[in-house]
């Protein structure tokens, strides 16, 4: 009998090594890499290469006008904001990735459409990590309450897989595949190989019977089991639930989607009784700001195709240590430092000796450039004690000359704007000429940050 042959797997990116190395040379992460033993892969057997010709079957081909070209079915969610990060719903055999930190909303989310989607389709739902009488207990708080819904809980994917061909559900959900176990492999729940296997399988099932398949993934800081990383190269969709645990809102982010956008995003706030759309987030986001109060400015950002309107808080307090503090929350700590300098080279105002933070109210994160403006306005505001007037929105990237660039798609902006009330809006100035309408609110053309903070501060 041969002596089985070890291997070393990442954790963090599946690579794979001969021998143990603290350090895995392929991600760079320390102290990830877990001894496995080389065995056949159920999913996909060892030595398929080898295999001689005639075996199988031959692979069933079709030209192009041989397959039916009419618009794709889609399930709807029940939920505008989930749809739209979809692309327009659940397409048939999809296999989406639905992956956040332990606690998010995940589940929560799944259960929720189960009401709207049973409607019209049956869904099996199988936890690995909850007993039916818990589901049970949590559909009942979040008012789902339908016959169309088929539980299971089991950590056996094997009958997972067994159970969506006997029942061929129109949608299944799996709870979570870090819970999945393959009996034929020898590595425990969780490991890179048992969630590389049972995505495979539950891939193979969705493509052969044409069902969409939910597959909930969750996000472990210190690597200590396998995270969605693996996956994300087999799935057709991956969906990032994010927000921070002590705060309301929650932000569902597409990063890979192959059959819609990957720049749109939907906002949730989580109440007792579970997620619910938040359609209006610039809304949301300024409701409770504070007026009459210098170090604070909205900005406009661009979500995919939705404009958010958001509040930029500064504050500048002289430092009690030997160097200042930068601190930043939702704004990129790096480009603080940039504007910081700017602000010092072309303004003329100095923080050497001050302590800056930046703040983004909320929970939101302003990765754009074009809330480069609203931040330095705020932090100019802030350092002189002039108030930035309560009807002023700003946006527009800053460079290092001090100049102020241009955006794109100024209309949906100013539009978001005019809707919300404000009355001034300043951007860039070689951004007015692009309106293809006239807008009913005062628009402020800058071309350099010393110019903008001399018409907004005085």
């Not at 936890?127 to 008012?143: D, H, M, P, V, W």
């Not at 088929?150 to 559900?169: D, M, R, S, Y």
């Not at 909930?216 to 690597?223: A, E, Q, R, T, W």
């Not at 100024?410 to 309408?437: M, N």
Request: glycine share 10%.
């Amino acid at each position: 009998m041969a002596k089985a042959k070890t291997f070393y797997v990442c954790t963090e990116c599946g690579g794979i090594q001969p021998k143990w190395m603290g350090k895995c040379p392929e991600c760079g992460s320390w102290n990830t890499l877990t001894e496995s033993i080389e065995e056949a892969s159920p999913a996909s057997p060892r030595g398929a290469g080898s295999v001689r010709s005639g075996a199988y079957a031959p692979a069933a081909t079709h030209t192009l006008e041989e397959i039916d070209s009419k618009e794709e079915h889609r399930y709807t969610t029940g939920m505008g904001e989930l749809n739209r990060v979809l692309g327009g719903g659940i397409v048939p055999g999809s296999v989406i990735l639905l992956s956040g930190d332990p606690g998010i909303g995940k589940s929560t989310l799944l259960l929720q459409i189960c009401q709207t989607i049973s409607n019209n389709a049956s869904i099996l739902y199988i936890s690995g990590e909850e007993s039916l009488r818990q589901i049970k207990l949590r559909a009942t708080r979040l008012g789902v309450l339908t016959n169309n819904l088929h539980l299971g809980a089991t950590t056996n994917i094997e009958a997972v897989v067994e159970a969506i061909h006997q029942k061929k559900p129109d949608i299944v959900m799996v709870d979570s595949i870090q819970t999945m176990n393959l009996a034929a492999l020898n590595s425990s729940s969780g490991s890179v190989s048992q969630v590389r296997e049972c995505t495979q399988l539950l891939i193979n099932a969705a493509k052969t019977l044409e069902i969409p398949v939910f597959i909930v993934g969750h996000v472990n800081k210190d690597g200590a089991i396998a995270g969605p990383k693996v996956m994300e190269h087999m799935v057709d969709a991956v969906l990032y639930f994010e927000g921070e645990r002590n705060l309301s809102y929650r932000i569902l982010r597409s990063i890979k989607n192959r059959y819609g956008s990957t720049n749109e995003i939907g906002v949730f706030e989580m109440l007792e009784n579970g997620l619910h759309e938040v359609k209006n987030p610039s809304m949301a986001m300024l409701e409770g700001r504070p007026s009459n109060v210098s170090g604070t400015c909205v900005a406009c950002v661009m979500e995919g195709s939705r404009p958010i309107l958001a509040e930029v808080q500064a504050l500048v307090s002289k430092t009690g240590f030997g160097n200042p503090r930068r601190m930043s929350t939702g704004f990129d700590f790096n480009r603080t430092a940039l504007l910081l300098a700017v602000l010092e080279k072309r303004c003329g105002y100095f923080f050497g000796n001050l302590d800056a933070y930046i703040n983004v109210v909320g929970g939101f994160r302003l990765d754009e450039p074009a809330a480069d403006l609203p931040v330095a306005l705020a932090l100019a505001s802030n350092l002189t004690d002039r108030v930035i007037a309560d009807d002023i929105v700003a946006f527009g990237e800053i460079g290092l000359a001090g100049e102020i660039r241009m955006v794109n798609r100024i209309s949906i902006r100013v539009k978001e704007a005019q809707r919300l009330g404000f009355r001034r809006c300043v951007l860039p100035q070689q951004c007015i000429s692009t309106l293809d309408f006239e807008p009913e609110i005062q628009l402020i053309g800058v071309s350099s940050l010393p110019q903008a903070i001399h018409t907004i501060l005085g």
